[in-house]
């Protein structure tokens, strides 16, 4: 810890802030991007496990899952881009979470 300076925030410790507070910061949307892009390939080997498949009925199912996908995706990407993002440091302000600038560590050496 002593290397990093006071306002360093992990990337770990933004996406834990950014979940517990309201608007979205850039790690935590780097993070739901790449569970949308997994997600888009498991959709896509069930589409192609679907197609070999001798029952039609499923390849409706897996399309219906996709559409349903994407159109979250899109909505999400619309609801960003009127919001925007939030700054890490607002939302540790915004449910009290405060860095602060010496450890108790610090303060003693």
């Known amino acids: ?11 770990a410790e933004a996406i834990l802030v950014g979940t ?11 993070v739901l991007q790449t569970t949308f892009l997994l997600l888009a390939f498991c959709f896509t080997a069930m589409l192609y496990l679907a197609f070999f498949s001798s029952d039609f009925v499923i390849v409706g199912h897996v399309l219906l899952l996709i ?6 995706f899109v909505l999400l990407n619309r609801f960003l881009a009127e919001t925007g993002f939030v700054p890490v440091e607002q939302q540790m302000q915004e449910i ?13 050496n």
């Open 1 to 11: 810890m002593e290397g990093r300076s006071r306002n360093e925030i992990s990337s």
């Open 20 to 30: 517990l507070s309201s608007g979205v910061n850039a790690p935590t949307w780097i």
């Open 67 to 72: 559409t349903i996908g994407v159109v979250l």
């Open 96 to 108: 009290g979470i405060h860095k602060t600038e010496a450890t108790e560590k610090d303060k003693i």
